[in-house]
């Protein structure tokens, strides 16, 4: 995307969104300035308050237009969405699927890497060989959106759940995580699959993936059901590298990875669109969280390792690597940390600790 403004470099939508999004948003933000500021990278932000608050006045997540506003913008930053008041379809629905949809986001990109001085539910020994990304179709599969529901409340109420699989959508997923694993030292792709129970829509995604594998002669490949890749997860970890999988089975495995990792306030998400003309949104895995809203203690870092991604993306490698740096000189001096990491610490708290690490990096101008 062009700008031709010569006061900043790139136009970021932020999506602060619902429940906690707006906290760790808000501290990430305060963060990231700081080390833009070092870089001499300048970005011009514009918040959008979309989501169930916007829902409560208007009857919908987000304008109509509001997709039509976003194609402005070099990249989107989202918080989380979700309401305990309004059913759950009507916030996913209306806000991150509609963006992911309608952008043709079909990448979804979550890594998961063992930080040493975080405390993993694994022994350590298992828990440090973890050093995964799953690469997740992020367009149709599960959830696709197809189906519906008749004879509503009546005894014969029934609701159809279609899962969608086209050639063209497994396709340029597969090639997109060949070429991802192909870039890494392990050259290694594991497909998952549940295509002995699922005999249609899952055996054109395999079929899919040993197609395009032919292009890639050198990266080694695997395939793995998904309950067994869930239990070599946990038991031998070493064993994965890329893991390309469904809608459905990477949301579910990001969430496990993430958990194994140490809590899923670490976890960190980019939905790319492979369109130059077309923003991607980048976005922390935890959701809403709405037990804890207001509470001042939400993890920050997955928020802050999305804005990394997002930097990443957009060519800011410099930038990027220095918030990979200060996660883990906050994970390497102990935190302190937030209580879905043991500790008793504010967000305000890692903030502030962030900012004071980012000194100690001595990073010149």
Not at 139 to 157: M, R, T, V
Request: charged share 25%; net charge positive; hydrophobic share 40%.
């Amino acid at each position: 995307m062009k700008n031709n403004n010569k006061n900043y470099k790139y136009r970021i939508a932020i999506i602060p969104g619902d429940g906690i999004g707006k906290e760790v948003i808000d501290a990430c933000l305060t963060i990231l300035k700081e080390v833009l500021d070092l870089t001499r990278v300048k970005i011009s932000k514009t918040i959008f308050s979309w989501g169930s608050n916007y829902f409560r006045k208007h009857g919908i997540m987000m304008p109509n237009n509001g997709i039509e506003k976003l194609l402005n913008f070099d990249a989107i930053l989202f918080g989380a969405v979700g309401d305990p008041e309004i059913e759950d379809d009507i916030t996913l629905w209306g806000l991150r699927l509609e963006i992911c949809q309608k952008l043709d986001q079909f990448v979804n990109i979550r890594p998961s890497k063992f930080i040493p001085g975080v405390k993993s539910p694994l022994n350590h020994d298992l828990a440090k060989k973890i050093d995964w990304i799953i690469v997740r179709e992020n367009s149709e599969g599960e959830y696709s959106g197809s189906g519906g529901i008749i004879h509503k409340d009546l005894p014969n109420e029934t609701g159809t759940e279609i899962s969608i699989f086209t050639k063209k959508g497994c396709n340029r997923i597969h090639e997109y995580a060949f070429k991802l694993a192909n870039s890494r030292s392990a050259k290694t792709l594991t497909l998952i699959t549940k295509s002995n129970a699922q005999r249609h829509g899952m055996k054109v995604w395999d079929k899919s993936f040993h197609e395009i594998s032919k292009k890639f002669p050198k990266v080694k490949t695997n395939t793995i059901l998904v309950d067994a890749a869930a239990a070599l997860m946990v038991s031998a970890p070493e064993k994965l590298d890329v893991l390309v999988a469904t809608n459905l089975h990477a949301d579910i495995l990001s969430d496990l990875a993430s958990a194994l990792v140490g809590s899923l306030g670490l976890g960190a998400t980019a939905n790319l669109s492979l369109n130059k003309n077309v923003p991607s949104m980048f976005e922390p895995i935890h959701g809403a969280a709405f037990d804890i809203v207001g509470k001042n203690i939400a993890n920050p870092i997955g928020a802050l390792g999305s804005s990394a991604l997002m930097l990443n993306n957009l060519g800011e490698k410099k930038s990027a690597n220095i918030i990979f740096k200060l996660i883990n000189l906050y994970a390497e001096e102990g935190g302190p940390f937030t209580p879905d990491l043991g500790g008793k610490a504010s967000t305000s708290d890692v903030v502030k600790i962030f900012l004071q690490n980012l000194k100690k990096l001595n990073i010149k101008k």
